[in-house]
């Protein structure tokens, strides 16, 4: 295996941790940016294999990070998934909409977090064949 470099994008700090402890524990490297900016300054330094980012920050959405990596040539193939606690009617359809590849609802779990993590990897990048 390879290992996949995610950048997450993340303002809570609970989340972020639990975030990064589950996907270094399965041997992925990470990345973290506490607001948009700094994530999208983020994927240009390190192109990641994967983005995850929330919907829900100070300053700029996650639907603005959205829109300004889909517009950038370099990144606009990595593949990018919401992790939001927004889960109602709609919401999954708005996030596909806005150029996300995927959705993952808050609360995260943690038994389910990385096969759903690793679902929108390369083969080759994920910690187990699924």
Same mark, same amino acid.
């Given at each position: 295996?390879? =290992? %996949?470099?995610? #950048?997450?994008?993340?303002?809570?700090?609970?989340?972020?941790? @639990?975030?990064?402890?589950?996907?270094? !524990?399965?041997?992925?490297?990470?990345?973290?940016?506490?607001?948009?900016?700094?994530?999208?300054?983020?994927?240009?330094?390190?192109?990641?294999?994967?983005?995850?980012?929330?919907?829900?920050?100070?300053?700029?959405?996650?639907?603005? =990070? %959205?829109?300004? #990596?889909?517009?950038?040539?370099?990144?606009?193939?990595?593949? @990018?998934?919401?992790?939001?606690?927004? !889960?109602?009617?709609?919401?999954?359809?708005?996030?596909?909409?806005?150029?996300?590849?995927?959705?993952?609802?808050?609360?995260?779990?943690?038994?389910?977090?990385?096969?759903?993590?690793?679902?929108?990897?390369?083969?080759?990048?994920?910690?187990?064949?699924?």
């Amino acid at each position: 295996m390879k =290992v %996949a470099r995610i #950048l997450i994008i993340e303002d809570n700090e609970a989340n972020m941790q @639990l975030m990064v402890y589950l996907l270094r !524990a399965f041997g992925h490297a990470t990345f973290e940016a506490q607001d948009g900016e700094i994530g999208i300054s983020t994927a240009r330094q390190e192109l990641p294999d994967l983005i995850l980012c929330d919907l829900q920050m100070p300053g700029m959405d996650g639907y603005e =990070v %959205a829109q300004r #990596l889909r517009l950038d040539p370099g990144l606009k193939t990595i593949s @990018l998934v919401a992790v939001t606690a927004y !889960a109602m009617a709609g919401d999954r359809e708005k996030v596909l909409a806005a150029g996300f590849n995927g959705y993952i609802s808050k609360p995260i779990n943690p038994e389910l977090f990385l096969e759903q993590v690793e679902a929108f990897l390369p083969s080759e990048k994920r910690s187990r064949s699924s």
